[in-house]
Protein backbone atom coordinates (compact mmCIF):
# COMPACT_ATOMS: atom_id res chain seq x y z
CA UNK A 1 0.00 0.00 0.00
CA UNK A 2 0.92 3.38 -0.20
CA UNK A 3 1.45 3.73 3.61
CA UNK A 4 3.74 1.28 3.52
CA UNK A 5 6.21 3.31 1.45
CA UNK A 6 5.92 6.39 3.97
CA UNK A 7 8.47 6.17 6.89
CA UNK A 8 7.30 6.78 10.33
CA UNK A 9 4.10 6.90 9.05
CA UNK A 10 1.14 6.62 12.09
CA UNK A 11 -2.89 6.77 11.79
CA UNK A 12 -5.31 8.48 14.17
CA UNK A 13 -8.29 6.79 13.87
CA UNK A 14 -11.18 8.75 13.86
CA UNK A 15 -14.84 7.46 14.46
CA UNK A 16 -18.31 8.36 15.51
CA UNK A 17 -19.95 6.98 18.45
CA UNK A 18 -22.88 4.89 16.29
CA UNK A 19 -22.22 1.30 15.74
CA UNK A 20 -22.84 1.69 12.13
CA UNK A 21 -19.86 3.90 11.74
CA UNK A 22 -17.79 1.84 14.79
CA UNK A 23 -18.13 -1.04 12.55
CA UNK A 24 -16.22 0.25 9.86
CA UNK A 25 -13.83 2.01 11.64
CA UNK A 26 -13.13 -1.55 12.85
CA UNK A 27 -12.49 -2.72 9.62
CA UNK A 28 -9.73 0.07 9.28
CA UNK A 29 -8.45 -0.45 12.55
CA UNK A 30 -7.57 -4.19 11.33
CA UNK A 31 -6.32 -3.24 7.96
CA UNK A 32 -3.71 -0.95 9.82
CA UNK A 33 -2.46 -3.79 12.04
CA UNK A 34 -2.05 -6.33 8.72
CA UNK A 35 0.12 -3.64 7.42
CA UNK A 36 1.81 -2.75 10.31
CA UNK A 37 0.98 0.44 10.50
CA UNK A 38 1.10 1.72 14.16
CA UNK A 39 -1.86 3.22 15.67
CA UNK A 40 -1.42 6.52 17.97
CA UNK A 41 -4.95 6.47 19.02
CA UNK A 42 -8.44 6.82 18.34
CA UNK A 43 -10.81 9.82 18.66
CA UNK A 44 -14.56 10.07 18.87
CA UNK A 45 -15.35 12.66 16.47
CA UNK A 46 -19.77 14.61 16.65
CA UNK A 47 -19.45 13.06 20.50
CA UNK A 48 -22.45 15.60 21.60
CA UNK A 49 -23.25 19.34 19.99
CA UNK A 50 -22.28 22.20 21.63
CA UNK A 51 -25.27 24.15 22.57
CA UNK A 52 -24.97 27.94 21.07
CA UNK A 53 -26.36 29.99 23.72
CA UNK A 54 -24.84 28.46 26.94
CA UNK A 55 -22.10 26.56 25.35
CA UNK A 56 -22.96 22.93 27.32
CA UNK A 57 -22.28 19.75 25.31
CA UNK A 58 -25.68 18.08 24.77
CA UNK A 59 -25.40 14.35 24.39
CA UNK A 60 -27.28 13.61 20.79
CA UNK A 61 -25.94 10.71 20.51
CA UNK A 62 -25.20 7.98 22.57
CA UNK A 63 -21.63 8.73 23.45
CA UNK A 64 -18.68 6.49 24.48
CA UNK A 65 -18.30 3.98 21.47
CA UNK A 66 -14.84 5.48 20.23
CA UNK A 67 -13.54 4.97 23.76
CA UNK A 68 -14.55 1.32 24.29
CA UNK A 69 -13.49 0.28 20.55
CA UNK A 70 -10.29 1.95 21.60
CA UNK A 71 -9.98 -0.28 25.30
CA UNK A 72 -11.55 -3.25 23.02
CA UNK A 73 -8.31 -2.89 20.29
CA UNK A 74 -5.57 -1.89 23.64
CA UNK A 75 -5.32 1.55 21.87
CA UNK A 76 -4.92 4.96 23.05
CA UNK A 77 -8.33 6.75 23.42
CA UNK A 78 -7.50 9.74 22.32
CA UNK A 79 -10.64 12.16 23.27
CA UNK A 80 -13.60 13.20 22.08
CA UNK A 81 -14.87 15.99 19.94
CA UNK A 82 -18.23 17.46 20.18
CA UNK A 83 -19.93 19.02 17.23
CA UNK A 84 -20.11 22.72 17.04
CA UNK A 85 -21.98 24.39 14.24
CA UNK A 86 -19.16 27.28 14.57
CA UNK A 87 -16.77 24.75 13.14
CA UNK A 88 -18.74 24.99 9.62
CA UNK A 89 -18.83 28.78 9.92
CA UNK A 90 -15.10 28.83 10.62
CA UNK A 91 -15.02 26.66 7.55
CA UNK A 92 -17.37 28.42 5.38
CA UNK A 93 -15.66 31.62 6.28
CA UNK A 94 -12.47 30.28 5.45
CA UNK A 95 -11.10 31.05 9.11
CA UNK A 96 -9.55 28.48 11.31
CA UNK A 97 -11.34 27.39 14.07
CA UNK A 98 -9.24 27.47 16.92
CA UNK A 99 -8.98 31.24 16.37
CA UNK A 100 -12.60 32.19 16.27
CA UNK A 101 -13.31 30.79 19.84
CA UNK A 102 -10.53 29.20 21.56
CA UNK A 103 -12.53 28.80 24.77
CA UNK A 104 -15.28 26.85 23.53
CA UNK A 105 -15.60 23.20 24.42
CA UNK A 106 -15.10 21.67 21.00
CA UNK A 107 -11.64 24.13 20.73
CA UNK A 108 -10.58 22.34 24.08
CA UNK A 109 -11.09 19.25 23.29
CA UNK A 110 -9.42 19.77 19.49
CA UNK A 111 -6.18 21.00 21.51
CA UNK A 112 -6.63 18.12 23.92
CA UNK A 113 -6.41 15.68 21.25
CA UNK A 114 -3.77 17.67 19.98
CA UNK A 115 -1.79 17.13 23.25
CA UNK A 116 -2.66 13.29 23.27
CA UNK A 117 -1.29 12.80 19.82
CA UNK A 118 2.11 15.15 20.35
CA UNK A 119 2.39 13.00 23.39
CA UNK A 120 2.91 10.08 21.67
CA UNK A 121 5.31 11.01 19.26
CA UNK A 122 8.69 9.70 18.91
CA UNK A 123 10.85 12.35 19.78
CA UNK A 124 12.68 14.71 17.23
CA UNK A 125 9.49 14.55 15.05
CA UNK A 126 8.02 17.80 14.17
CA UNK A 127 4.68 18.63 15.71
CA UNK A 128 2.64 21.79 14.79
CA UNK A 129 1.26 22.98 11.46
CA UNK A 130 2.17 21.61 8.47
CA UNK A 131 4.11 23.71 5.62
CA UNK A 132 1.46 25.02 3.16
CA UNK A 133 2.33 24.88 -0.42
CA UNK A 134 2.02 28.16 -2.06
CA UNK A 135 -0.91 28.97 -4.82
CA UNK A 136 1.45 31.39 -6.58
CA UNK A 137 3.40 29.56 -9.31
CA UNK A 138 6.40 32.25 -8.76
CA UNK A 139 6.65 31.69 -5.38
CA UNK A 140 8.54 28.06 -5.98
Known sequence: TVAQTIPLVKAVVVTTPQQVALADVRKSINFCKAVKMEIVGVVENMSGLVCPNCHEVIEVFKSGGGEKMARDFDLPFLGRIPMDPKVVMAGDDGVPYLSTDADSPAAQAFAGVVKA????????????????????????
Open 117 to 140: IELRLPPGIPSGPLPMASPCQSCH
